[in-house]
């Protein structure tokens, strides 16, 4: 009996959505700092792409310094895809448990394209520190593809 929540993917590619240093919404001597933390889901049916777009927002009083999002694409194989696409519907589920994977190895993407990007500069010093991806994932992933925007 084959395990419907056993999804074969690929990574296929790596997009920087948004980056941004405001050095001058930056006070040294204010301790103070705040991350924020955001996901969202996209994806790409003819592809058969799931891109979990991860971003984060260093600030200090309401006021970001650093802003970064990613996208990690992630092409699934067209036999586990039939498993989640449901065209009666017009939905992917995708299952938590594959949801949190995917949001899993992007956060370690993430945090090497925030190295990358600050690299040798003040920005630097911070880092994403360890995330509970039970907070950002909460149950399965559904997407209405009829709320897509047809282009």
């Known amino acids: 009996m084959e395990n419907k929540d056993q999804i074969s993917f690929g990574l296929r590619k790596i997009t920087t959505e948004q980056f941004a240093v405001i050095e001058s919404a930056f006070d040294e001597k204010n301790d103070n700092i705040e991350l924020v933390t955001n996901l969202r ?8 792409m799931i891109t979990p777009l991860l971003s984060i927002n260093f600030s200090q009083n309401k006021n970001p310094f650093l802003l970064l999002e990613i996208g990690c694409h992630f092409e699934i ?5 039939d498993n989640l696409y449901h065209k ?4 992917i589920k995708l299952p938590k448990n594959i949801a949190l994977h995917l949001v ?9 394209v925030l190295h990358a990007k600050t690299e040798s500069t003040f920005f630097n010093r ?8 039970n907070d950002l994932v909460k149950e399965d992933i559904v997407i209405n593809t ?6």
């Open 77 to 81: 194989i067209k036999e586990h895809w």
């Open 104 to 112: 899993m190895l992007s956060i370690g993407t993430l945090r090497g």
């Open 126 to 133: 911070f880092l994403v520190p360890t995330l509970n991806v």
């Open 41 to 48: 889901f996209g994806l790409n049916i003819e592809k058969r």
């Open 88 to 91: 009666d519907s017009n939905e």
């Open 146 to 151: 009829n709320d897509l925007i047809k282009k």
